[in-house]
């Protein structure tokens, strides 16, 4: 059956049911209701902007991306596609008298130009806040430490903020002795993660090797031994400067009690031009794209004429939506002799509205159990004769027996 | 100084500051809570519509004040002027099998084309509520009640809500023997009280003397009399059917307890021309536009391929926000040798953060009181030697001590 246009919304665009509506309003009140204990008042700007306005925030090459429109009386205007730089044109102009640091959030749909087929959207809601006025490690590490509350709010279940620093890369690349213009080129190319164009440049420009091999080495900086790496790779001045930042930041962030779920990782590129020190994602196993992001951008103010340091960062909301299919509340596993009591288990587990998913691939325990972790499942449960093991995030491995267990604890 | 472009914001939108923002998600979510408690679930279509979908549901004249925008694909798309179109879309595509009736809710922004220089509103929020698939009055008084409770839970002071029925107008047009074409134009003189215009285009037509009178008499048509007098001014069929829907809807709103916040007013022209029954509007004595605004139409859905009969409103947030600042929570009058009473109780009441408005003209105690509640203020007082004399809408006056007043009761 051929579908009438009247029946169809736009490319990029979606209806959400109630379910789905009432989960994303639970994650954008619960983010913001957290925001709010740390501080944080929102405010509401235009769905509509002047393309004068977000051009000098998100730059001109983002300009392609946005949604313009020119009303009837000539103006340009276009949908915003973000709203951390209409939150700085609201800073500059009516709350520039207001004492600072500003802790603002916000929420609200944003929009952005995508090719048709990529699957990608183009209306989104977004749920966010600003840290303005304050330039130091201690406002960073506040941000880190709420966007891990913001997820743990919005009920996400595992989760990694990946924490990275464009001074990074920036200094690798002056190091290299890049002129300015190939710099642009040389992140474009590792943003696409094209590796052979990134040796190729590099090379054209004599960049000496071990500069060639610290770039090249950019996407294999993450986890615990990242640092260290990162300091030996490089001994340039800006790269030891960010590698010190990024230690103070992680001793802060372990006094936050946050660090179990931040990881370094240096190879972190954001798509806005406007950062200019640490920046960050959110990510769960379950899906390829980040659930957050955000960083530090200290010109992105004096653009609007309103000289500021800042930080923050976005939730994506329908990401979030999109995690939770992959999260059940348990997943359920079995030793032999165990499967009539793990079925039993399952369905009483789910009769108290849980969403339980059986191993049903004969895998070893502790595969399984890592598995259901790490994509956000709530535990993970062996059952044996007479005894369930239950597994959970940042907790002890423990025993309970199947009564209790499906009692409800 | 000439401001620059990227310090406005387009004609027709607003910042919300911490305090507005807050204010107008309290709106929001009062709304929204207290329609799910009547069984409505919120869902969630986009802000952008294919142009062919709005046009189907507003018609082509509303279609005039349309944002729209041509996407980088040749798609002519939309800004939605509001809900109620997209949801009948909804439901008559991804719900077209759900069980009737559905009781659905949303919020967001709508967007409308207004000319520069009446100071009306381009981007606004509204949450509102449908029931669809019930033709019965039943249905119409649950949405009106069901306004009434909205507006409460919204934190409007006084309010009515005036009820009207396009089927009346219908009928003395179709009375008055107007041929199809010349009944729109009456309608839209009517819309714009050009009542020597309309006089004019009856007598064109030979309209009867009755019917020009019912015609010209129907702006009158407001008030506890209004439906005798309706009945007694017109006699088709089609015109006492209207009436005696209302009648009966009188009775069931009786039943709701929330007759004393309606009330008959057969003026009502309300701006889509989708509406076929009962239609209503919200206002406040402060602001001289309406808070709210719905009706009865049966015969959207069936432009969308799910002939059902549906009825619903909406509530306009920032207007909300508009009349508040109209309604402090106490008035203070005085009586001679009290004003020294009076203003330490305004101070008590302050510190104790309500917004206290000191009568300063020197008016009668009857005329400051029925101001002050018709303006939607909490209560009125007198303070007289000793007592205050407490008024509040819906309660019988009494006296208290100054004592008792400003202890917090």
Request: charged share 25%.
């Amino acid at each position: 059956m051929r579908l009438e246009r009247w029946q169809q919304i736009p490319t990029g665009t979606r209806d959400l049911l109630p379910g789905e509506t009432a989960r994303a309003r639970q994650v954008a009140t619960g983010v913001l209701e957290r925001m709010r204990r740390w501080g944080y008042r929102e405010v509401t700007t235009p769905t509509l902007e002047y393309l004068d306005a977000l051009v000098l925030g998100e730059g001109s090459a983002a300009g392609d991306a946005l949604f313009k429109l020119v009303d009837r009386g000539g103006e340009v205007l276009a949908l915003r596609p973000e709203m951390t730089t209409s939150v700085a044109r609201l800073v500059a102009t009516r709350l520039r008298a207001a004492p600072l640091p500003l802790r603002l959030a916000y929420a609200g749909q944003v929009f952005r130009w995508r090719e048709a087929g990529t699957g990608r959207l183009r209306e989104f809601p977004q749920v966010g806040c600003e840290l303005i006025g304050a330039g130091s490690l201690e406002a960073d590490a506040e941000i880190v430490a709420l966007a891990v509350e913001s997820l743990e709010a919005a009920g996400v279940g595992q989760f990694t903020i990946s924490l990275g620093h464009v001074g990074f890369l920036q200094g690798l690349l002056a190091g290299a002795r890049l002129p300015e213009p190939e710099r642009d080129d040389a992140q474009a190319l590792l943003y696409r993660k094209d590796f052979v164009g990134l040796r190729a440049l590099l090379e054209r420009h004599h960049a000496g090797a071990s500069h060639v091999n610290a770039l090249l080495a950019l996407p294999t900086l993450r986890g615990p031994a990242a640092l260290d790496e990162a300091r030996r790779l490089a001994d340039a001045p800006e790269v030891q400067s960010v590698v010190s930042d990024l230690a103070g930041l992680e001793r802060m962030l372990r006094a936050y009690g946050v660090w179990d779920a931040v990881t370094v990782d240096l190879s972190i590129i954001r798509d806005f031009d406007y950062y200019t020190g640490i920046v960050f994602e959110g990510h769960t196993a379950a899906l390829g794209v980040p659930l957050l992001g955000g960083g530090r951008y200290d010109r992105l103010l004096e653009r609007f004429g309103a000289s500021s340091p800042a930080t923050g960062f976005a939730v994506r909301v329908e990401r979030v939506l999109s995690a939770d299919a992959w999260a059940p509340d348990a997943v359920v596993a079995f030793e032999d002799g165990g499967r009539d009591a793990a079925l039993a288990c399952a369905r009483a587990l789910r009769a108290r509205d849980q969403i339980v998913a059986v191993e049903v691939q004969g895998r070893a325990w502790e595969e399984v159990a890592a598995e259901a972790l790490a994509r956000g499942a709530g535990r993970a449960l062996l059952v044996r004769a007479g005894t369930v093991v239950v597994r959970e995030r940042g907790r002890e491995e423990r025993a309970v027996s199947l009564e209790e267990l499906t009692r409800g604890e």
